[in-house]
């Protein structure tokens, strides 16, 4: 594979001269495939996220996202994607409520959640993007290599699965059994059930792709992009083997029912027009921020159907980018989206690949380019984040997703994007 990885940075070098970004994308680039795989004796790949020794499954995706433009022309990175989504589906098949795996059955852990978590759980934070991202996935490897290998009985059924999920977390109130408690930290409100929300039509989210828990519970971005799955789903089980009628059925009706609820609950209006908001329970609430992570309302074009130039996404785009989110901060050195998952007033590489990645000029992409090639911190890794005034002063050593997004905003600005259909 490392003739293939190589491929790419060639093409990368015939079309950026800067010597720094190139040395940073060669780095983050190979480090992204070299030290997170592992195969598995049932033909799956385990991939994990850096320094914890856990595989997410949105993270895993990520990860991948820089090779998908060529999977078409190298067979060894397709079949590293396959395997990676085979191990994915094995994984939401033991726990679809879960966000991280290992392959040990009973991981050491730093904590003691409640209810206890299964063999093979790292955590079980329910996080509505952790069953989006592997159909996506799917979906991308199917259009890219046209192999249906994948859509076999057990596609069939964690589909299914999903769909169940989120018809039932359409009601938590009363139809969800789930709950989290992390005792003394991180933890949802009213014994683990999280605030109160009603019927909306969209379904529920315990956590924020951040892994930290949602205020109000029906996350807009993650119902945005659970949507544009669910059309996806629709895409694919027209072409398996057996037809699908009821679970095709479950499926449209799923998705009116949250594209409504987006529509009633979640869309704001404002002085120049439309915008999302980035949470809301149906019961009058609605939070007005962005967080660094994916899906974020920031990287709307990047998981969904919605283009850079809409008219909601552009006003959601200068709010989310502006001291009307909380989160949004500016240092000498840098600015940018962060998270209350990191220190106060520290941005996120991830989220300024975004705002690259989404940008609109080649200009607006190099300039994000240099903003991350400049803020390593001396370390040659991009890091989960950093101190926009001191980036010496950042968190998580090694972060292979937020090394991917650099990878993917480098190749996005050299004309290999990732498609989002």
Same mark, same amino acid.
């Given at each position: 594979?490392?003739?293939?990885?190589?491929?790419?940075?060639?093409?990368?070098?015939?079309?950026?001269?800067?010597?720094?970004?190139?040395?940073?994308?060669? &780095?983050?680039?190979?480090? %992204?495939?070299?030290?997170?795989?592992?195969?598995?004796?049932?033909?799956?790949?385990?991939?994990?996220?850096?320094?914890?020794?856990?595989?997410?499954?949105?993270?895993?995706?990520?990860?991948?996202?820089?090779? =998908?433009?060529?999977?078409?022309?190298?067979?060894?990175?397709?079949?590293?994607?396959?395997?990676?989504?085979?191990?994915?589906?094995?994984?939401? @098949?033991?726990?679809?409520?879960?966000?991280?795996?290992?392959?040990? @059955?009973?991981?050491?852990?730093?904590?003691?959640?409640?209810?206890?978590?299964?063999?093979?759980?790292?955590?079980?934070?329910?996080?509505?993007?952790?069953?989006?991202?592997?159909?996506?996935?799917?979906?991308?490897?199917?259009? &890219? &290599?046209?192999?249906?290998?994948?859509?076999?009985?057990?596609?069939?059924?964690?589909?299914?699965?999903?769909?169940?999920?989120?018809?039932?977390?359409? !009601? *938590?109130?009363?139809?969800?059994?789930?709950?989290?408690?992390?005792?003394?930290?991180?933890?949802?409100?009213?014994?683990?059930?999280?605030?109160?929300? &009603?019927? +909306?039509?969209?379904?529920?989210?315990?956590?924020?792709?951040?892994?930290?828990?949602?205020?109000?519970?029906?996350?807009?971005?993650?119902?945005?992009?659970?949507?544009?799955?669910?059309?996806?789903?629709?895409?694919?089980?027209?072409?398996?083997?057996?037809?699908?009628?009821?679970?095709?059925?479950?499926?449209?009706?799923?998705?009116?029912?949250? !594209?409504?609820?987006?529509?009633?609950?979640?869309?704001?209006?404002?002085?120049?027009?439309?915008?999302?908001?980035?949470?809301? !329970?149906?019961?009058?609430?609605?939070?007005?921020?962005?967080?660094?992570?994916?899906?974020?309302?920031?990287?709307?074009?990047? =998981?969904?159907?919605?283009?850079?130039?809409?008219?909601?996404?552009?006003?959601?785009?200068?709010?989310?980018?502006?001291?009307?989110?909380?989160?949004?901060?500016?240092?000498?050195?840098?600015?940018?989206?962060?998270?209350? *998952?990191?220190?106060?007033?520290?941005?996120?590489?991830?989220?300024?690949?975004?705002?690259?990645? %989404?940008?609109?000029?080649?200009?607006?992409?190099?300039?994000?380019?240099?903003? =991350?090639?400049?803020?390593?911190?001396? +370390?040659?890794?991009?890091?989960?984040?950093?101190?926009?005034?001191?980036? %010496?002063?950042?968190?998580?050593?090694?972060?292979?997703?937020?090394?991917?997004?650099?990878?993917? =905003?480098?190749?996005?600005?050299?004309?290999?994007?990732?498609?989002?259909?």
């Amino acid at each position: 594979m490392e003739k293939e990885l190589q491929q790419i940075v060639q093409k990368v070098k015939e079309k950026i001269a800067d010597p720094e970004v190139l040395k940073l994308f060669e &780095t983050a680039f190979l480090d %992204t495939f070299n030290r997170t795989v592992s195969q598995q004796e049932d033909g799956s790949v385990y991939m994990v996220t850096g320094d914890i020794p856990a595989m997410w499954l949105r993270d895993s995706s990520c990860q991948l996202r820089p090779i =998908l433009p060529f999977l078409k022309e190298s067979p060894k990175l397709a079949h590293l994607v396959k395997g990676i989504i085979r191990r994915q589906l094995a994984f939401m @098949a033991i726990d679809p409520y879960a966000n991280a795996y290992t392959m040990a @059955a009973q991981p050491e852990r730093w904590d003691e959640d409640l209810p206890p978590q299964g063999p093979h759980v790292w955590e079980q934070k329910y996080e509505i993007d952790s069953l989006c991202f592997p159909f996506q996935l799917i979906y991308q490897y199917w259009q &890219t &290599t046209a192999d249906t290998s994948l859509f076999d009985a057990s596609f069939v059924a964690s589909v299914e699965q999903v769909v169940d999920l989120w018809i039932r977390e359409q !009601d *938590h109130e009363t139809n969800s059994a789930y709950t989290f408690v992390r005792p003394a930290s991180d933890y949802l409100s009213r014994e683990g059930k999280g605030s109160l929300t &009603t019927y +909306t039509g969209m379904t529920w989210s315990g956590f924020r792709p951040s892994d930290d828990p949602c205020q109000y519970h029906y996350l807009v971005p993650s119902n945005l992009f659970a949507s544009h799955i669910l059309a996806r789903m629709l895409e694919m089980l027209a072409i398996c083997p057996l037809k699908q009628v009821a679970l095709e059925e479950k499926i449209k009706e799923l998705k009116g029912a949250i !594209d409504q609820g987006v529509d009633r609950y979640a869309k704001l209006a404002g002085p120049k027009g439309n915008y999302y908001a980035y949470e809301v !329970d149906g019961l009058g609430n609605q939070l007005v921020m962005d967080d660094s992570n994916m899906p974020s309302l920031l990287s709307l074009p990047m =998981l969904t159907a919605i283009p850079t130039d809409d008219p909601c996404y552009l006003a959601t785009r200068q709010i989310v980018l502006s001291n009307e989110n909380p989160y949004y901060y500016q240092g000498t050195e840098a600015a940018g989206i962060g998270s209350p *998952h990191t220190p106060a007033g520290y941005v996120w590489p991830i989220a300024i690949a975004v705002e690259g990645i %989404t940008a609109q000029t080649s200009a607006e992409k190099w300039t994000k380019i240099q903003l =991350l090639t400049q803020t390593t911190g001396g +370390t040659g890794q991009v890091h989960e984040s950093f101190d926009p005034n001191q980036p %010496t002063r950042y968190t998580r050593e090694w972060f292979s997703w937020a090394n991917a997004m650099f990878c993917e =905003l480098v190749l996005d600005y050299c004309g290999y994007q990732v498609k989002v259909k």
